[in-house]
């Protein structure tokens, strides 16, 4: 797809005026692979080609979600309101222009996930399944699964168990 008809797309898709079902219909048309029941809030801006919304995925309102690696989210993940998903850095520049060559590389959120509000995904993260991201934490490096995870960059917090998972999702369904 030409990229100014995805750019198109994409500002088409990210009115509030449509449902969620002429949303997807409009992702796929984009050219993005989305799962069975997956729901994607208004004003979610789509960059790139290269993404995958796995069944049963909720994205809030005010993310943005750069596809230009790929970005492979799975089944049954929430992602809260204005979370960044960056598959685009970089590379350090000269002292005329620090910000030299982009960077890309790929993102990966697990089955399970939950990605609160205001976080930021950089390239190359990796969330486990099972995880969550607390509220405006930055991911630098992959996580383990079932896990707690918050600050900048963020660290484990602690070990989520099983009986925690389900308390956390029947408090948040």
């Known amino acids: ?12 898709q990210r009115s509030d005026i449509w449902p969620y079902a002429f949303r997807n219909l409009f992702l796929k048309l984009m050219g ?7 729901l994607v809030a208004s004003s979610v801006d789509f960059e790139g080609e290269h993404i995958r919304l796995g069944p049963e995925v909720f994205i809030n309102k005010g993310c943005h979600i ?18 960044i998903i ?7 520049g000269g002292a ?7 960077n890309a590389q790929p993102i990966t959120i697990g089955d399970g996930a939950w990605v609160c509000a205001g976080s930021i995904l950089r390239p190359g993260s990796v969330v486990a399944p099972g995880c969550v991201l607390s509220v405006g934490c930055v ?17 484990r917090i602690k070990t ?3 009986a925690e998972t389900v308390e ?5 369904a």
Do not use: C, F, W
Not at 4 to 12: E, G, K, M, P, T
């Open 32 to 38: 993005y692979e989305i799962g069975h029941n997956a």
């Open 1 to 12: 797809m030409h990229p100014y008809a995805r750019r198109l797309l994409n500002i088409v």
């Open 160 to 162: 989520l168990g099983a």
């Open 139 to 155: 991911l630098v490096k992959p996580t383990e699964p079932d896990g707690l995870y918050g600050g900048n960059p963020a660290q």
């Open 168 to 172: 956390l999702r029947a408090r948040n």
């Open 96 to 102: 005329s222009r620090r910000a030299g060559p982009p």
């Open 86 to 92: 960056a598959t685009t850095t970089h590379d350090l």
């Open 66 to 83: 750069d596809g230009a690696a790929q970005i492979d989210i799975g089944a049954d993940v929430h992602i809260g309101p204005h979370v």
